[in-house]
């Protein structure tokens, strides 16, 4: 069984350019979770979404940040514009409902210059 | 709100000795706490997890995990450290299942042959 997907692996780009990264979570799972890791830290919660619903993003900065999950399976992160503090890796996981531990994609390491 | 604290930013141990990696978390209600490891340039990879039961929790990779309520803890443990269990591990605390995970900092494990 193939587990959550990212890509792309790695992406640098200037300050106040876009990006965006792609997750397909693992088939089945209805919940799906976009956290940021910082150097030397542990991830923080973005955003989890239960299917196409958004039911957490009290930490996603709206200002910059947006996420969209259209038909409930793989989902997008944007950041338009990047600033150099978004450097960090962002990791994708997803969960069946209502079940506790969730699996991580590999993550995309971002680094803005 | 819910927070997990690791205080050993590093943990050194000799191969064939046994590791402690140490977790303490704050949470409102129950717990349900978790184990992730992190090998360079991978996903975090789950380890194990607490809901409820037996206060020994047993893992892959031959680890295991003691919840203990009174001292409100959940460390990490191994009765033989391998060389190869060299990694960064995060503990992660949640109070209901679906709702996403709070790690911690992480801890460098380094095993020395």
């Known amino acids: 069984e193939a587990g959550v997907v990212q890509s792309p692996r790695y992406k640098i780009i200037e300050k106040k350019q876009p990006v965006a990264f792609w997750c397909n979570p693992i088939?089945?799972?209805?919940?799906l979770y976009w956290y940021r890791q910082n150097l030397g830290q542990g991830p923080e919660l973005l955003i989890r979404?239960?299917?196409?619903?958004?039911?957490?993003d009290s930490q996603l900065p709206k200002d910059r940040f947006s996420a969209e999950r259209l038909k409930g399976v793989d989902s997008t992160l944007k950041i338009q514009p990047a600033e150099l503090g978004d450097s960090a890796v962002y990791l994708c996981a997803s969960s069946l409902q209502g079940v506790t531990e969730a699996f991580f994609g590999q993550g995309t390491r971002l680094t803005v210059v | 709100a819910q927070s997990v604290a690791q205080p050993e930013d590093q943990v050194n141990v000799a191969e064939g000795n046994p590791l402690t990696v140490k977790c303490t978390y704050s949470?409102?209600?129950?717990?349900?706490l978790f184990w992730y490891v992190q090998y360079p340039n991978r996903g975090l990879q789950f380890l194990l997890k607490?809901?409820?039961?037996?206060?020994l929790v047993k893992g892959s990779y031959g680890f295991e995990a003691e919840f203990n309520k009174s001292q409100t803890s959940f460390h990490l443990k191994k009765p033989s450290a391998l060389v190869s269990d060299s990694a960064l591990y995060f503990c992660?605390?949640?109070?209901?299942?679906?709702?996403?995970?709070?790690f911690g900092k992480g801890t460098s494990l380094l095993v020395t042959p």
């Open positions: 949470v409102s209600g129950n717990p349900y």
């Open positions: 088939s089945g799972h209805n919940t």
């Open positions: 979404y239960e299917n196409e619903e958004a039911v957490d």
């Open positions: 992660a605390v949640t109070r209901n299942s679906g709702y996403a995970l709070n």
């Open positions: 607490y809901i409820t039961g037996d206060n």
